[in-house]
């Protein structure tokens, strides 16, 4: 039964974790599909948000699949 306690507290630090890194990336204006991502992965990461300045400027944006490909003919 430890085990499965150990693996639900892990799935709820997770999903906080993922939740607050969201929350975090939108206040300090980053990208924050990235951020949740990781923040799920590997919590501590939570902890490098908040030390990270706020970005400046528009909020960065990951490319478009279709961005790179040429669709002239």
């Known amino acids: 039964m430890d ?3 150990g693996i639900v507290i892990w799935g709820g ?3 906080a974790s993922g939740i607050a890194g969201g ?3 939108g206040v300090k204006n980053r990208d ?3 951020w949740i991502a990781w923040c799920f992965i590997l919590p501590p990461l939570v902890l490098v ?4 300045p706020k970005h400046q400027g528009p909020r960065p944006r990951q490319p478009r699949l279709d961005a790179d490909e040429n669709h002239s003919f």
């Open 23 to 25: 929350l975090l990336a």
């Open 32 to 34: 924050y599909s990235a």
């Open 3 to 5: 085990f499965l306690r």
């Open 13 to 15: 630090i997770a999903l």
């Open 49 to 52: 948000l908040l030390v990270v």
